[in-house]
């Protein structure tokens, strides 16, 4: 059986994973459980873990947009050789599906706990979706990394004009609410920034990075991390230059640093390679889409649950002890179920759902277009 490259491969683009990848996105997915169940029961800052648990929103959202950006890099790279009309339309069509099914289901959530929201209130899925048809769009012109990076900067600008003005004209795009915290603009910075720092480390072979470059900026990456965690965390910053400045600079220089460690986390441990199949981290970041609805899920019940078998003993009484023991108690539960359905494939997933509308929307186009080609032979 032959392979024509200017067909797209669906079953090789599902299996062709760089497991580092999926395990940074995981580790970030598993540290949002953590940090919206200390937000919506337990948000305190007395103490040192309520402290770190109270600063994670801001690590955890702009981590999880860099390495959402950066395997986007990887999306495309794969399909260089592909048909361009395939890849246009398997790009967007995907984007689009993470935009609907982002928007649906926070209105529903939102409509659940009582709380107002609508189609303009962005999230991080949102704000990928369309992320994803902006840098393709982008990526078609000539000199597009420097497009790409003026589109960046710009996306910073826009968010501190609507900061200073509250123009109406960009109401939509850089519109917050209690369920939705992060707008488009300026967080689609992160996005954008993943995506050219990933064409800055990709390297086509069996590891898919530049590990020796990744070393070799360790040290600047470290020094930005602790200059930009230490004025963030520790010292006022009233204006949005040095509000959204500093926590850049914290964010970048971890997001470097840990991607090194989960590179050399499934890869090598004492010269051995790791079976990152088996690594549950990695699993999180597989169906991360899917996760992150179904721990909001769980968010929600928790009041149900609480009433119904505890007569409300957890959360009229929330303390740390209380807390560590919910949130703990739904990563087991998440992580039970995990490893049970990826023994399903994960049927029904977001994940699932999506790749299997793509995928049977381009080989129908695939199959029709080989048809006339044949005809025209």
Not at 38 to 44: A, H, L, P, Q, R
Not at 196 to 215: A, M, P
Not at 338 to 347: E, F, G, H, P, R
Not at 351 to 377: F, H, P, T
Request: hydrophobic residues 50%; proline residues 2%; glycine residues 6%.
């Amino acid at each position: 059986m032959t392979v024509n490259k200017n067909e797209p491969n669906i079953i090789l683009r599902k299996k062709n994973r760089y497991p580092y990848l999926d395990y940074v996105r995981g580790f970030f997915i598993i540290l949002m459980i953590f940090y919206h169940f200390s937000f919506y029961y337990y948000n305190t800052t007395h103490g040192i873990i309520e402290f770190l648990l109270a600063n994670l929103g801001g690590i955890i959202a702009p981590n999880f947009l860099l390495i959402s950006g950066y395997s986007f890099v990887y999306f495309l790279k794969k399909r260089e050789s592909y048909n361009k009309v395939f890849v246009a339309k398997e790009t967007i069509l995907k984007a689009f599906l993470i935009f609907g099914f982002a928007t649906l289901l926070s209105i529903l959530f939102a409509g659940y706990v009582g709380l107002t929201t609508s189609f303009q209130t962005w999230n991080i899925f949102k704000i990928i979706g369309l992320g994803m048809i902006i840098i393709y769009l982008l990526d078609q012109f000539k000199y597009s990394n420097i497009i790409i990076l003026s589109f960046t900067i710009l996306s910073f600008f826009i968010g501190y004009i609507y900061y200073l003005t509250q123009t109406p004209i960009l109401w939509f795009l850089c519109y917050t609410s209690v369920f939705g915290g992060f707008a488009f603009f300026p967080w689609v910075f992160y996005y954008c920034m993943g995506f050219l720092l990933g064409r800055l480390l990709i390297k086509v072979d069996k590891n898919g990075i530049n590990v020796s470059f990744l070393k070799k900026i360790q040290t600047p990456a470290l020094i930005l991390f602790i200059s930009g965690a230490t004025y963030f965390h520790f010292f006022s910053h009233p204006d949005y230059f040095s509000h959204f400045g500093s926590n850049i600079m914290e964010n970048i220089g971890l997001y470097l640093i840990f991607l090194l460690i989960a590179f050399y986390r499934n890869f090598k441990l004492k010269n051995k390679i790791i079976d990152f199949s088996k690594n549950l981290v990695v699993e999180y970041g597989n169906v991360s889409f899917s996760v992150y609805y179904i721990h909001f899920g769980l968010i929600f019940l928790t009041p149900l649950f609480d009433s119904f078998f505890l007569n409300g003993f957890f959360l009229t009484n929330m303390n740390l002890y209380l807390y560590l023991t919910l949130s703990f108690s739904v990563f087991i539960l998440i992580s039970i179920w995990l490893i049970i359905w990826k023994k399903l494939n994960y049927m029904l997933g977001l994940e699932w759902i999506i790749n299997k509308i793509v995928g049977l929307i381009v080989k129908k186009d695939n199959k029709s277009i080989k048809n006339n080609s044949d005809k025209n032979q």
